[in-house]
């Protein structure tokens, strides 16, 4: 498990292509791919120690494998943590760590903004086992403190939200829950170690969907926490053995190479997303834009703050509709007439995605729930790409100078 030695205090952009584990005897400069699920022992003995865990080496892919601990080491350098540890989807790593530090009458804050699949899993699928969850305001830090409780474990916090790019306050959700001896954990697959690393404001835990920007070109699904060692090796590691929810080599390859082109990929889906946010806002049938970089953003300092000056690349938009069937209409003419953009519901890849969360991401809320989350039918999501701002805002044009 011998890492690469690299002279200290390199850069982001260094390291995101030079950390790995050493080379094979062959030399290869690209980092190999071990497809493998079982590693042979050179004799008994060693075979138990590394069985045991006194020994460093591999032994079954459910547990370790080279290419998945290169990954692994890449991720943890560039989001500035001791470690991390890889899992089969981002969901994945969520349930690793809930599985690790939660256990029946423990307490979770959770941002009521969250991703819905970790709202469901954390407040129903937890819930069963007696994890109770309270859910507060993404921006209101009074209501986090108002939440805690004796038996409050972690606090889990995703920043900026899906769809409407709601920032909240890194250092003061860490501040609070280390008041009260609990974890922060930030959900970073919006911003990526690119522009936002959640560790230097104080979180504890960083959790990643590898299938959106780390990879970055839509291939394949991983996931990962970053952390300190002794809670990702001594309580994850044994955690991902037991429950299995690996990341698979192939995919651990996929997103190892990803990260190499991370920070070009970012700075410049950034810039576009900016661009097009800046365009839309002087759009006639545009009535609302959302977006982190602009100026008009409620959290527009913090965010510049806490993401390294950039605002990432999701851009969400309201069009006009006096009421919600003509939003609606509105919306879906839109999302109909695009030419180039993709119809998809995912987010974090080179293509531009256009989607309509009001009935996708959302669909599943009742009007009542959509409308506290201030999901109108008029909202689309634009998770920009790498295509031409130019032939991006023309797309957008087919439908925007089309709308009743
Ligand atoms: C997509 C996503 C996840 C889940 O990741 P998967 O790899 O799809 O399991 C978690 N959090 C956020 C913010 C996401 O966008």
Known sequence: MKEKQLPPNLHRDTL???????????GENSEALYLTSGFVQPDAETGARRFAGTEEGYTYGRTSNPTVTSFERRLAALEGTEAAIGASTGMGAILMMCMGLLKAGDHVICSRSMFGSTIALIGREFGKFGVETTFVSQTDVAEWKAALRPTTKLLFAETPTNPLTEVCDIAALAELAHSVGALLAVDNCFCSPALQRPAEFGADLIIHSGTKYLDGQGRVMAGAICGPSKIIVDVFGPMVRTAGMTLAPFNAWVVLKGLETLGIRMRAQCDNALEIAKWLETQPTVSRVYYPGLASHAQHDLAMRQQSGYGGAVVSFDVRGDDAATAQANAFKVINSAQVMSIATNLGDTKTIISHPGTTSHGRLTEAQRQAAGI??????????LDHTDDIKADLLRGLNNIQ
């Open 16 to 26: 995101a292509v030079r950390v790995a584990l050493d080379p094979s005897q062959y």
């Open 376 to 385: 109108s039918q008029g909202l689309i999501r634009l998770a920009i790409g």
